[in-house]
C-alpha cells in the first residue's frame, strides 16, 4: 500500500461525505409480502412510474424490500393499501443508515493503521476499503506469492483498471494439468461492498492458510487455478464512495435518455433480454441496449474466450453479491425451464457450502441454496447462467448473496466483514471439496 493512495483516497470519501448530506433524507425501505401474480407484475410496472429502487426484487417466495422517496411515500403506501399487499416499514430513514456508512469508511481511512500501510502484511481485512486500496491489494498479494500473478482483465468505461489475480500454486498428486479454474468474481453491483471485502477476505486467508501448512488451503490450491476479480464494477464502486452510496449500476452513459448505467448482472449473453430485465435506461436492471454492450462483461467473456483458446477448463464461476444469505444456481433466466442436467450435482454443492457456511456462526436466518428463479424471481441476461450456459461452459456456477436478510442490507457495517469472510471461506473449501470428491 501507499500513503499517497489512502491520502488520494481520504479526499474524495470526505467530498462524498458533504455531498451525502440530503441525498436519502426521508426515503424509506418497506419490506412487502406478496402473495399474487397480479401483484408482482404490478410492482415491476410501478418501478419507472414511482422511480421505486428495489433491493430485493418483486418475487412470490421471498420478501420483498423496496426503497421509496419522500415524494412517493405517502402514495406508495396508499396503493399497497387498496391492492391489500401486507408491509412494514423497514427503514424509516436510509439516510441515517447511509450517514453510518460513510463515517465508519472515514474513521477507518483516519486510523493510524490505515495510514500506515505499506505491505500486504499491514492490510485490514476488516473495513471497507476504496478503489485504489483495492487495486493496490492486488498487486501485493501477486509481489508477496511466487505463484500469484496480477494480471489486467480490463478497463471500465471511465477508463480504471479492473485489476485480478491467477493464483496458480503447484499442483498435488491427482490435479489434472494444467489444473481447472475456478473464477471468483466480486463488486459487479457498486453498492454491494461485502462482496469485494470478503472476496478479498477469504482470498487473503487461503494464501496466509496456504504458506502456514494448512491442509485444507494446500488441497485447495493445489487442484485449481483460481482467477480472482475483486471488483468488477470499478467505475460504480468509486461513485458510491464519492457521490451516491447507493449506487447499482455501471457508469456508462445511455444516450438521449439522461440517465445512466447499465445492471452488469443483466447484461451478459446469456438468454439475454428475457424476464427479469428491464429495457428502460432509467430502470436500476436496465439490461443494455445490446448484450455485452458494457466493457466490464466484454472483459468477462474476452478472459472465458482468451482461456478456451488455450483450451482450459473452468470448472466454478462464482459471483459474490448481497443481500439475502442464498447461494444460487441455474437457471435464473426461467421458473418453466427444465433445470440444467448437472443440476443435481449443482445443488448439491451448494448444499455443501450452505452446511459450511450456516456451521460457522450459526448466522440468523441461514444461508439458503436452490435454483435461482425459482428460489427468488427470474432475472434473464445474469452471471449465472452465463458462466454455466455460455462462453465458460462452467459446471458449478452460481451467484452467492451474502449477508444479512435485510436489517442492514446494502448497508452492512464493517464488523460484519470477518465473520461473512469466514463463512464464505468454509463455504469456499467445501463447496471445491465436493468437486474434488465428486465431479474432478
Same mark, same amino acid.
Given at each position: 500500500m ?33 402473495a ?9 410496472? =410501478? ?10 426484487d ?8 423496496? +426503497? ?17 399487499i401486507? /408491509?412494514?416499514? +423497514? ?20 486510523s ?33 506469492y ?7 482483465? %480490463?478497463? !471500465?468505461?471511465?477508463?480504471? #483498471? ?8 503447484? &499442483?498435488?498428486a491427482?490435479?489434472t #494439468?494444467p ?5 471468483f ?12 471485502? !470478503? ?11 496456504? &504458506?502456514n ?6 488441497r485447495?490450491? @493445489? =487442484? ?7 471488483s468488477?464494477?470499478?467505475?460504480? /464502486?468509486?461513485?458510491t ?9 455501471s ?6 435518455? %439522461?440517465? +445512466?448505467?447499465t ?9 439475454? %433480454? +428475457?424476464?427479469? &430485465? ?16 458494457n ?12 482461456l ?19 447461494i ?10 427444465e ?10 454443492a451448494?448444499?455443501? =457450502?450452505?452446511?459450511? =457456511? ?7 436466518g @441461514?444461508?439458503?441454496? %436452490? ?13 449465472? *447462467? /452465463? ?6 461452459d462452467?459446471?458449478y456456477? /452460481? ?20 465473520? !461473512? ?11 471445491? *471439496?465436493?468437486v474434488i470428491?465428486?465431479?474432478?
Amino acid at each position: 500500500m501507499r500513503v499517497v493512495t489512502i491520502l488520494a483516497a481520504l479526499l474524495a470519501v470526505s467530498v462524498g461525505a458533504q455531498l451525502k448530506a440530503s441525498r436519502y433524507r426521508g426515503y424509506q425501505v418497506l419490506r412487502l409480502s406478496v402473495a399474487k401474480t397480479d401483484d408482482m407484475k404490478w410492482l415491476h410496472d =410501478m418501478e419507472d412510474v414511482l422511480n421505486l429502487d428495489f433491493w430485493t426484487d418483486p418475487s412470490l417466495v421471498r420478501p420483498v424490500d423496496v +426503497m421509496v422517496s419522500p415524494r412517493v411515500a405517502g402514495q406508495f403506501r396508499q396503493m399497497l393499501d387498496e391492492r391489500t399487499i401486507s /408491509y412494514h416499514v +423497514m427503514k424509516r430513514d436510509v439516510q441515517d443508515d447511509v450517514d453510518i456508512s460513510y463515517d465508519e469508511a472515514i474513521k477507518a481511512l483516519l486510523s493510524g493503521n490505515r495510514a500506515g500501510i505499506a505491505a500486504l502484511a499491514d492490510f485490514d481485512y476488516t473495513v471497507y476499503h476504496t478503489y485504489e486500496e483495492i487495486q493496490q491489494w492486488v498487486t501485493d498479494v501477486a509481489a508477496d506469492y511466487s505463484f500469484v500473478n496480477e494480471f489486467s482483465f %480490463g478497463t !471500465t468505461h471511465e477508463q480504471r #483498471n479492473i485489476g485480478a489475480l491467477e493464483i496458480a500454486a503447484p &499442483a498435488v498428486a491427482g490435479a489434472t #494439468n494444467p489444473k481447472p479454474i475456478v473464477y471468483f468474481e466480486g463488486g459487479i453491483h457498486a453498492r454491494e461492498w461485502i462482496s469485494p471485502a !470478503t472476496v478479498m477476505y477469504f482470498t487473503g486467508k487461503l494464501l496466509s492458510n496456504y &504458506a502456514n501448512g494448512d491442509q485444507d488451503a494446500r488441497r485447495i490450491l @493445489g =487442484m485449481f487455478d483460481l482467477h480472482i476479480v475483486p471488483s468488477l464494477n470499478c467505475d460504480g /464502486y468509486v461513485f458510491t464512495w464519492e457521490h451516491e452510496r447507493l449506487w447499482r449500476k455501471s457508469r456508462q452513459p445511455n444516450p438521449d435518455f %439522461g440517465c +445512466m448505467g447499465t445492471d452488469l448482472n443483466r447484461n451478459f449473453d446469456a438468454y439475454w %433480454g +428475457m424476464n427479469g &430485465a428491464s429495457p428502460w435506461p432509467c430502470s436500476d436492471v436496465f439490461r443494455g441496449f445490446t448484450a455485452l454492450n458494457n466493457p466490464e462483461t466484454i472483459a468477462v467473456d474476452d478472459h472465458f474466450r482468451n482461456l478456451k483458446t488455450q483450451n482450459r477448463v473452468t470448472k466454478v464461476f462464482i459471483d459474490w453479491h448481497c443481500y439475502s444469505q442464498l447461494i444460487l444456481a441455474p437457471w435464473s433466466y426461467s421458473t418453466e425451464a427444465e433445470l440444467p442436467p448437472e443440476s443435481e450435482n449443482q445443488l448439491a454443492a451448494a448444499a455443501a =457450502m450452505a452446511a459450511a =457456511m450456516n456451521a460457522t456462526n450459526s448466522v440468523d436466518g @441461514g444461508y439458503i441454496h %436452490g435454483p435461482s428463479a425459482s428460489t427468488i424471481y427470474e432475472a434473464s441476461g445474469a452471471s449465472n *447462467d /452465463y458462466g454455466y450456459a455460455s462462453t465458460p461452459d462452467a459446471t458449478y456456477t /452460481y451467484v452467492v448473496e451474502l449477508r444479512d436478510t435485510g436489517e442492514y442490507g446494502f448497508l452492512l457495517p464493517d464488523n460484519q466483514i470477518k465473520p !461473512t469472510g469466514e463463512e464464505s471461506y468454509n463455504g469456499v473449501i467445501a463447496l471445491l *471439496d465436493y468437486v474434488i470428491n465428486e465431479d474432478y
